[in-house]
Nanobody, 120 residues
């Protein structure tokens, strides 16, 4: 079993910054990639950013240029630095991991989410 625990977020003023972290723990062979997703109130969960174990990154248009994802896969921690925040960035941010629980057994896990509220 793999546990993902998000931290960070909270209340931020528009134009401000926030930093989120996702820490993975449990029994597994390796983490292949970790992503962040955003779910605004009443909307579906949407992809924000991804980082692979090799360091490759991807961003959704909404965060490109404003958000930076980084990871320490030796410690199984991934961070999302968010700048120039807008009210529409408010919502719950979820951590998602693609994990090899064994050499040939890949699974996906979600964290519980952390709330970010951007006030105008």
């Amino acid at each position: 079993q793999v546990q993902l625990v998000e931290s960070g977020g909270g209340l931020v003023q528009a134009g401000g910054s926030a930093s989120l972290s996702c820490a993975a723990s449990g029994e597994f062979y390796a983490i292949k990639a970790i992503s962040w997703y955003h779910q605004a109130p009443g909307k579906r969960r949407e992809f924000v950013a991804l980082i692979t174990r090799s360091g490759a990154t991807q961003y959704a248009d909404v965060g490109r240029g404003r958000f930076t994802i980084s990871g320490d896969f030796a410690r199984n921690i991934v961070s999302l630095e968010m700048t120039s925040l807008k009210p529409e960035d408010s919502g719950i941010y979820y951590c998602h991991a693609d994990v090899l629980v064994a050499l040939s057994d890949g699974r996906e896990y979600w964290g519980q989410g952390t709330q970010v509220t951007v006030s105008s």
